[in-house]
């Protein structure tokens, strides 16, 4: 039998007790990964405890305790974990990014943009571009997070809202979740808005947040935001730019009342006339409760010069309004044409009915009848003087006004 040297017996006996070590390492960390993904955090997080034993400051595992941490809602414990996972080496996105999820739970906004921050300057190079998305949304949804929390706060805090909101702007994004939060978020505020300048700058984010997530839209969302596209557009006063998006938008859901009514002011402002007064119709006939509906067909009528449903509108679009509101002055011109029109009418009749009198009387064959109609019909009553006192009362009669 041949004698085994013993430098080789070393090196055997060296790689068993190597591998023993390794296994035993790994299999409590193996196992804590297997019990992470059933969802069982607690077990999953003593096990990587286990591991911590043989290696007590690897990145590796203290990232995977800080996710079980997390996952058990023990923020402070995470952040600790991460964070000395990040100052023992750990350059992965995934711990930074965990790390910044840990610190927002507890409100540590500046804390957590420290985080990215510190990312982007200590990541590998290649990394970094390869997660370059990420990282902006990871920021962008910190500072949204930040602006939520701000508005939640007894009395809510605008001035905090409105700073996470633009540093979120700022940022970027071509997240559609992200990209649809702030299409909603600016034409909520730019309809709202009186200054007019402001208001065209909050528009013109809205239609920029909608067309980056009508872009990446997935197609069950797709029409939602072509609806957030096309009230943007009309709302900037683009109307035959709206035109196009809003009726495939209207196609997609023929049932939807607001789609309508966006379409609708859309044509109102082509000023086809037509086109307001037919969608309008539908609006109403889906929705007849909501008065803009109403509006909007008294609007196509007056176009259309239908003064008597200009009116019966107009009153049904009062009618659903609160209390003391004041009717349009479009209807309010209509119902003195109206008037107008009733008083002539009226006149005419009075004449027709004279003159049939008149013939009447004169069949009749009554010559003085007809000499003293006939000349009360030519004769001219005298003009009074108004410059002249009343002989009653002594007083001057007021002159009119001017119109």
Same mark, same amino acid.
């Given at each position: ?6 430098r ?9 007790a190597?591998?023993?070590?390794a296994?035993?390492?790994?299999d ?8 992470f ?9 003593a ?7 043989y ?14 941490q ?15 996972a ?8 995934e711990f930074?990014?965990?790390?910044a ?7 540590k906004?500046d ?14 190079e290649?990394e ?5 998305a ?9 500072n *949204?997070?930040? +602006? @939520? =929390?701000c508005?939640?706060s007894?009395?809510? %805090?605008? /001035?905090c809202?409105?700073? $996470?909101?633009? !540093? ?6 071509q ?11 600016w ?14 700058e *909050?528009l013109? +984010? @809205? =239609?920029t947040?909608?067309r980056?997530?009508? %872009?990446? /839209?997935?197609?069950?969302? $797709?029409n939602? !935001? ?5 009230t ?14 809003l009726?495939?938008?209207s ?7 607001s789609?309508?009514?966006?379409? @609708?002011r ?5 000023e ?7 969608? $309008?119709?539908? !609006?109403?006939?889906?929705k ?5 509906g109403y ?16 009116v ?8 659903r ?13 209509c ?11 009226d006149?005419?009749e ?32 005298p003009e ?14 007021p ?5």
């Open positions: 039998m041949r004698t085994r040297s013993p080789l017996a070393l090196l055997l006996g060296f790689c068993l190597s591998s023993v070590w296994q035993t390492i790994s409590p960390f193996a196992e804590g990964r297997r019990l993904e059933e969802k069982k955090y607690e077990e999953a997080l096990k990587f405890r286990l591991s911590l034993e290696l007590p400051h690897d990145p590796t595992i203290l990232s995977w305790v800080g996710a079980a997390m996952s058990l809602s023990k923020y402070a414990e995470a952040e600790q974990s991460l964070t000395e990040v100052e023992r080496g750990g350059t992965s996105y930074f990014e965990l790390l999820a840990s610190q927002a739970r507890q409100g906004w804390a957590a943009l420290a985080t990215v921050k510190r990312y982007r300057e200590v990541g590998p290649a970094r571009k390869t997660n370059e990420k990282l902006k949304n990871l920021e962008v949804a910190l *949204l997070e930040h +602006r @939520a =929390e508005l939640r007894e009395p809510p %805090a605008q /001035a809202a409105e700073a $996470a909101l633009e !540093a979120a702007w700022r940022v970027g994004t997240d559609p979740a992200q990209s649809a939060t702030f299409a909603q978020i034409l909520s505020q730019g309809v709202s808005e009186s200054d007019a300048t402001r208001k065209a *909050l013109s +984010r @809205a =239609e947040a909608s980056t997530w009508l %872009a990446a /839209a997935p197609p069950a969302e $797709a939602r !935001a072509k609806i957030f596209l096309g943007t557009l009309v709302r900037e006063r683009k109307f035959q730019e709206a035109l196009p998006v009726e495939e938008a196609k997609a859901e023929p049932g939807n009342c789609v309508k009514l966006e379409l @609708a859309a044509y109102l402002g082509q086809n006339w037509a086109q307001v007064k037919a969608v $309008a119709t539908e !609006a109403i006939a889906c007849p409760d909501e008065p803009i509006f909007l067909r008294a609007s196509a009528e007056f176009g259309l010069e239908e003064c008597p449903a200009v019966k509108d107009g009153a049904e679009y009062l009618k309004l609160p209390p003391g509101k004041e009717e349009p002055k479009f209807v309010k011109y119902k003195s044409v109206l008037d107008t029109q009733r008083a002539q009418a006149q005419e009075y004449k027709k009915q004279m003159d049939r009198w008149i013939r009447q009387q004169l069949e009749d064959g009554d010559k003085a009848v007809e000499e003293t109609l006939m000349r009360g019909r030519k004769k001219k009553p009074k003087d108004s410059s002249k006192s009343d002989a009653k009362t002594g007083a001057t009669p002159k009119a006004n001017t119109p």
